[in-house]
């Protein structure tokens, strides 16, 4: 009897073990609160669905990480993550100098052009000259945000700030602004759209500005957490080089989305 309760003991210190292990390996994902279409929306029932939903449950799976998607407003997301109420940030976030001060990154997992749409007709060229005189809009704490404030401004553009793109694309669409800048395809689910068709057209891509729009779109991560981010990294090779990455983005592109 002794030695079975000992045995029963064991088995129960090993089962709270592996209970502990497998809870140590569940990984909140934050995502922009907002929806970001194509990327990440919230359905009718509030289930998150999109390309970096399908993308974040590919890595996850290849990393065997219990990931938990955490909505967060955007302007707030890397406070979250550095605060460790999140443990990554999954939301079309591009790696920049600046926000490497803060946080680390993955290696890229997409990268597409940043352009600027506005009412349809209108002769606008996405330059500082082109824009001269005009209202465009932007998502706060974007690098579009940045990207405008250091190129158009001084132009005499007037850069009005929103708290999420599609309050930019509402008032682009009331005329309210004459122009949105933000990432190419985000740009283009809207033009799809009964309302985006209706207004607007797309005028072209920025120039581009290596330092504030970075290499590309990689995951967010604290500084120091060398172990998941070297699973982050192994997963995105794995499901680049397996097939898995270009089998989802088929379903919402016509191009590689993974860029140059």
Not at 25 to 48: L, Q
Not at 186 to 214: P, R, T, W
Request: with cysteine.
């Amino acid at each position: 009897m002794k030695i079975t309760l000992k045995l029963l003991a064991v088995a129960a210190a090993l089962s709270i073990t592996g209970a502990v292990a497998a809870q140590a390996e569940t990984v909140k994902v934050g995502f922009a609160a907002e929806p970001y279409p194509p990327f990440t929306s919230p359905d009718a029932s509030g289930n998150w669905e999109g390309w970096e939903v399908e993308f974040m449950k590919a890595i996850c799976a290849e990393a065997k990480l219990d990931c938990v998607i955490t909505p967060v407003a955007w302007d707030g997301i890397i406070p979250a993550l550095t605060s460790k109420k999140i443990d990554m940030i999954i939301g079309s976030m591009s790696i920049t100098e600046e926000r490497l001060k803060t946080i680390d990154f993955s290696d890229k997992y997409y990268n597409t052009p940043t352009g600027i749409i506005g009412t349809k007709g209108v002769d606008m060229k996405p330059t500082p000259e082109g824009l001269s005189g005009k209202t465009l809009g932007v998502q706060v704490s974007t690098v579009h945000q940045a990207y405008a404030t250091k190129h158009f401004a001084p132009a005499g553009v007037e850069v009005k700030e929103y708290q999420t793109q599609d309050e930019a694309n509402q008032d682009l669409a009331a005329g309210r602004v004459d122009a949105v800048q933000a990432d190419a395809i985000a740009l283009d689910a809207f033009l799809k759209s009964d309302q985006g068709k209706e207004c607007c057209d797309y005028k072209g891509d920025v120039a581009q500005d290596l330092a504030i729009l970075g290499p590309g779109v990689g995951v967010g991560l604290r500084k120091g957490e060398t172990e998941l981010k070297d699973k982050i990294n192994a997963a995105i090779k794995a499901i680049r080089e397996n097939g898995t990455y270009d089998a989802f983005s088929k379903k919402y592109f016509d191009f590689d989305i993974y860029g140059g």
